[in-house]
């Protein structure tokens, strides 16, 4: 079983930042990728960055420019750094993931408001 423990969210205005910090415990191990999935209200969840093991990373094309994801190996945890927020970020975000290539755990969610 792995833990995740989201934090960072909150409002922010339009152009502002915010970072969220996710932090993983427990059989850590065989560990393909960590990222972040966004789920605003009567939309599905969609991915916002991952990064692999191996430090590759995918974003999603809405927020490539602003946002970047990375990752610090000694302490278990994946970071989000957004910048450039805007409205339409709007959204609880949850850290994700993916070990031995197909099972996926989630973190409790961190909400992020973005006002105009």
């Known amino acids: 079983q792995v833990q995740l423990v989201e934090s960072g969210g909150g409002l922010v205005q339009a152009g502002g930042s915010l970072r969220l910090s996710c932090a993983a415990s427990?059989?850590?191990?065989?560990?393909?990728?960590m990222g972040w999935y966004r789920q605003a209200p009567g939309k599905q969840r969609e991915l916002v960055a991952a990064?692999?093991?191996?430090?590759?990373?995918n974003y999603a094309d809405s927020v490539k420019g602003r946002f970047t994801i990375s990752r610090d190996n000694a302490k278990n945890t994946v970071y989000l750094q957004m910048n450039g927020l805007k409205p339409e970020d709007t959204a609880v975000y949850y850290c994700n993931l993916r070990q031995d290539y197909y099972i996926n755990y989630w973190g409790q969610g961190t909400q992020v408001t973005v006002s105009s």
């Open positions: 427990g059989r850590m191990f065989g560990i393909n990728a």
């Open positions: 990064i692999t093991s191996g430090g590759s990373t």
